[in-house]
């Protein structure tokens, strides 16, 4: 028995609501709650008519208001709290979880919407400057939650989507199954998906567009090297989807890795893109369209970026039209019994697959199976932990288990072709 309450009814959570429908057995009640409320009301007649035996609710919430989101909570009374909304709210729902003494899942680092803000801004260049990384998001703000989650008794489950989330399990097995010391590890994240669209993002615009016009970095030797967007490029034959352009990018799950498995010596994150998607985007960012700075247009302020999100293809609605797979996954290298040895652990999803399922495309898909996994995990006890973590911190056999279940089944190839 358990009530689950998730906030945010967009592509991720489309696919993470379903896929806890398909696991009755540690999801008894939903509420879906979210800004627009019809999505949710949507969702819960598709669910209905399709006889899910989940007791689900509906509500509105703005989740960027913490009393908002305590009253509702109060009123719910849930088990635990799934984010899927965006990284903007994490702060305000982990305040609410915190003041409620209730669980709380995401899948997304924090970041805030406002980069010019000015307190936030100078936590941020001194953080550049001590780190030596300018993503606009990192751990800090969440991690800052450690001791106050650990008096409340209560686990923040950060990042379980794909990547952050499953590449930080594969991250956890290969360390408990394949080697006694990981000495490197490469994260190749492989879309070969056509939507049809000349440009269009696979997940939140905003978001997306924010993480890959950033400049790259990688950890080595216990500190951050940054490159300029798109500086290091590599190619790449994926396993079902073929040769590949990718680029190195910042991501999350290097800060936590590189925290938490300080023998690993070097972590990078490869992403694909092709050359249409960094035409348009080099071509919106020279003139001026990625900003989130805030312009007076006609007498009102507009971001430009939210107002790009506006005129773009909603990333829910690509499901139908986008054909080809997913390959996401880590090759590591390092010692075992003494010998070198190379492994490659990786995820395979196909897009229309994906779409027959549940309606959704690969990349929704790939967040809310493993954010369905981590919350169920949470609410059932095995990865239940007074305070607040990411999923490499916990034991990745129930996790790997369960993606073999609900749909993201993966491979281990212990002789892989290396990244240079
Ligand atoms: P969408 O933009 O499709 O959905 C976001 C949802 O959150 C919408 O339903 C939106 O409501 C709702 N929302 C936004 N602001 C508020 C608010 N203030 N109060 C209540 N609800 C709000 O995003 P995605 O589904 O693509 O992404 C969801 C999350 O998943 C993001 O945090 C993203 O970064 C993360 N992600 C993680 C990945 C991973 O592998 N770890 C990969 C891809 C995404 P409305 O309908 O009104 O707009």
Redesign the pocket.
Known sequence: MSRLLV???????QVAIQKCAQNSMVFTEMCLA???VS?CDALKEKLEKQGCPVKITTAT????DTQDLIKLIKEYQPDAVLN????Y?DLTIMDACLECKVDYID??NYEPEDTDEPVWRAAYEKRCKEKGFTAYFDYSYQWAYMDKFKEAGITGLL?T?????VTSVFVAYAKKHYFDEIHTVDILDCNGGDHGYAFATN??PE?NLREVSANGSYWEDGHWIETKPMEIKREYNFDQVGMKDMYLLHHEEIEALGRNFPEIKRIRFFMTFGQSYLDHMRCLEDVGMLSTTPIKFEGKDIVPIQFLKALLPD??SLGPRTVGKTNIGCIFRGIKDGKEKTLYIYNVCDHQECYKELGSQA??YT?GVPAMIGTALVISGKWKKPGVYTTDEFDPDPYMEMLNEFGLPWVVDENPVMVD
């Open positions: 906030i945010g009814c967009g592509g991720v959570a979210s800004r627009t999505k919430v703005n989740a960027d899927v909304a965006l990284p709210q899948t997304a990042g989507g794909f990547d952050p989330g997940f939140n978001i990333p829910a990349i929704s967040t």
